[in-house]
């Protein structure tokens, strides 16, 4: 491989920067943040492991592009603006140069997508799978950072769009069942940074939906000292998994999967009741007094075995 470490932050890491000073050409082993008068600094980290997080022989590039994504997706539930991206990669023995070079068209892809800079991080070399990990920032006025406490007993529980693409799209890929379009779903998922300044205007609390809709509504529910309830045949549904869920002979227990599967990267947000609901945002249930999470369908109580993905 052309020159090792060095040569790697040089010549594919470096343009990552997109001239962002802050970045110090890469050729420190630190970044200069400077203060954003009247902002608060919103810095969020996810990971991303092969055989874990994606399939192994997954294109390179969509791996990138995925690992940026998810972190946009949590700065987009706290309705921050993304600024830049420190990278840590652990590349596996045998890994080669042209793995990189597809790697850093992704990166450079949704660098430009959404106006990201890598500001820096870390590269090694591991026995183990390709592991990566990304620290991202990003930027919120001061004091508007829509966080997962807030919510409170009669508010209403809003979804932004289509939940359990993310799990059926990993059947997808893995040629359980056939849908191409969700196994795309499933590479690459859309964050949803297009709602930043609504859920700030209208949010009383957020979460992107990562773990699953049940377990998100979850953990707003139990930062904000509530419970919430939802009802599942409310949820919305894409095209392929409504098609899925046709062929399905227990639609309760069809839906509480795509409920609990995970990886849909929507908004699930709690709203005052009483104001007008923003467009994009579909209520599916309730914030209460108690604590938990109760799912229903067509108004009776569901069994649910877990409410999403657990990291173990």
Same mark, same amino acid.
């Given at each position: 491989?052309p020159?090792g470490?060095f040569?790697w932050?040089?010549?594919?890491?470096r343009?990552l920067?997109?001239?962002?000073?802050?970045?110090?050409?890469?050729?420190?082993?630190?970044?200069?943040?400077p203060s954003?008068?009247?902002f608060?600094?919103?810095?969020?980290k996810?990971?991303l492991?092969?055989g874990?997080h994606?399939?192994e022989g997954d294109?390179l590039?969509?791996v990138a592009?995925?690992l940026l994504?998810?972190? &946009?997706?949590?700065l987009?539930?706290?309705?921050a603006?993304p600024?830049?991206?420190f &990278?840590?990669?652990a590349?596996?023995?045998?890994?080669t140069w042209?793995?990189?070079?597809? #790697?850093v068209?992704g990166?450079?892809?949704?660098?430009?997508?959404y106006?990201?800079s &890598?500001?820096?991080? %870390?590269?090694?070399?591991?026995p183990?799978p390709l592991s990566?990990?990304?620290?991202?920032l990003g930027?919120?006025?001061?004091?508007?950072?829509?966080l997962?406490?807030g919510?409170?007993?009669?508010d209403?529980?809003?979804?932004s769009?289509?939940?359990?693409?993310?799990?059926?799209?990993?059947?997808?890929?893995?040629?359980?069942?056939?849908?191409?379009?969700?196994?795309?779903r499933?590479?690459?998922?859309?964050?949803r940074?297009?709602l930043r300044?609504?859920l700030r205007?209208?949010?009383?609390?957020a979460?992107d939906?990562?773990?699953?809709?049940?377990?998100?509504a979850?953990?707003?529910?139990t930062?904000?000292?509530?419970?919430?309830?939802?009802d599942l045949?409310?949820?919305?549904?894409?095209p392929?998994a409504?098609?899925?869920?046709?062929?399905q002979t %227990?639609?309760?227990?069809?839906l509480?999967? &795509?409920a609990?599967g995970?990886?849909?990267?929507?908004?699930v947000?709690?709203l005052a009741?009483?104001?007008?609901?923003?467009a994009?945002?579909?209520?599916v249930g309730? #914030?209460?007094a108690g604590?938990g999470?109760?799912a229903l369908?067509?108004?009776a109580?569901?069994?649910?075995?877990?409410?999403?993905?657990?990291h173990?």
């Amino acid at each position: 491989m052309p020159g090792g470490e060095f040569d790697w932050i040089a010549r594919l890491l470096r343009p990552l920067t997109r001239g962002a000073p802050e970045a110090l050409d890469l050729l420190d082993d630190a970044a200069v943040i400077p203060s954003r008068p009247g902002f608060d600094l919103i810095v969020t980290k996810d990971a991303l492991v092969a055989g874990v997080h994606f399939l192994e022989g997954d294109p390179l590039d969509l791996v990138a592009r995925k690992l940026l994504r998810v972190n &946009l997706s949590d700065l987009a539930a706290k309705g921050a603006e993304p600024y830049g991206y420190f &990278l840590t990669t652990a590349w596996p023995t045998g890994a080669t140069w042209a793995d990189r070079e597809r #790697f850093v068209t992704g990166l450079a892809e949704d660098g430009a997508t959404y106006g990201l800079s &890598l500001l820096g991080g %870390d590269t090694v070399v591991t026995p183990g799978p390709l592991s990566l990990t990304a620290t991202m920032l990003g930027w919120v006025p001061h004091g508007e950072a829509v966080l997962r406490r807030g919510a409170r007993p009669g508010d209403l529980l809003a979804v932004s769009g289509p939940i359990g693409d993310g799990w059926l799209g990993l059947k997808a890929a893995r040629g359980e069942i056939a849908d191409a379009s969700l196994a795309e779903r499933y590479r690459l998922p859309s964050p949803r940074t297009d709602l930043r300044e609504a859920l700030r205007a209208h949010a009383r609390a957020a979460a992107d939906v990562s773990d699953g809709l049940l377990a998100d509504a979850g953990h707003i529910a139990t930062a904000s000292g509530c419970a919430a309830r939802i009802d599942l045949d409310r949820v919305p549904l894409s095209p392929g998994a409504a098609a899925w869920l046709a062929g399905q002979t %227990d639609a309760a227990a069809a839906l509480a999967a &795509l409920a609990t599967g995970g990886d849909d990267y929507q908004i699930v947000c709690a709203l005052a009741p009483e104001r007008p609901v923003p467009a994009g945002l579909t209520v599916v249930g309730v #914030f209460a007094a108690g604590q938990g999470v109760t799912a229903l369908f067509e108004g009776a109580p569901v069994s649910i075995d877990r409410l999403g993905w657990t990291h173990g």
